[in-house]
């Protein structure tokens, strides 16, 4: 008789046809550590496309409402940016970020999974009051196992998931993602709600 039951060493054996398969790579960030102390990112090298990218940020939440406060806005849209590059380093990320969950599903991996990502990111930017802005846990396709996502938006104070800007750093596998929620017709993001 043949077991249906599957082992823990099948699903290593499955898990390592996966990576030589899928062309999966570890992501690693180099140049990027968290200082503890201070409480934020630090860079010991950054990219003109990642200053860029800070900037874009930037100004997209200044455009939130009249009353953002530019230093407010310049955290967040660096923070945003690079704190996810020390996340991957922590947790052991590989690409594509479907195969980062199903190597913390297993125990393979500790975090990954983007509610982990959401719960990061919040804890992080939530370190510094912010009078100007607020933060919103998002979710898509909720209780739908294959397509729920999760992830992290900011809003001017006061408003609402709709009105944010999506900041995902586990679509890109920490290099982050944003954009406007009314223009990410890749999920209908709502406010999580338990």
């Known amino acids: 008789m043949i077991s249906t039951k599957i082992n823990r060493a099948h699903i290593t054996l499955l898990l390592g046809s ?10 690693r960030y180099k ?10 990112t630090t860079v010991s090298a950054i990219t003109s496309a990642e200053q860029n990218k800070i900037l874009a940020l930037k100004k997209a939440l200044m455009s939130l409402g009249p009353h953002i406060d530019p230093q407010e806005a310049a955290f967040v849209a660096r923070e945003a940016v690079m704190y996810p590059m020390v996340l ?12 980062q969950n199903v190597l913390v ?3 393979y991996r500790k975090n990954g999974l983007c509610w982990q990502w959401t719960r990061d990111m919040g804890k992080q930017l939530g370190k510094k009051p912010l009078k100007t802005l607020d933060f919103h846990h998002a979710v898509a ?17 006061g408003k609402t998931v709709a009105d944010g800007i999506v900041l995902d750093p586990w679509r890109n596998s920490g290099n982050l993602y944003w954009n406007f929620v009314k223009r990410d017709s890749k999920y209908p993001w ?3 709600t338990n």
């Open 18 to 27: 996966l990576l030589l398969l899928s062309a999966c790579t570890n992501v």
């Open 31 to 40: 140049d990027v550590s968290y200082d503890a102390k201070r409480k934020i």
């Open 88 to 99: 991957a380093n922590q947790y052991q990320l590989v690409s594509p970020p479907l195969l």
């Open 105 to 107: 599903n297993y125990g």
């Open 141 to 157: 396709f909720r209780r739908n196992y294959w397509k729920e996502h999760n992830t992290l938006v900011v809003s001017a104070k």
């Open 190 to 192: 709502v406010e999580f």
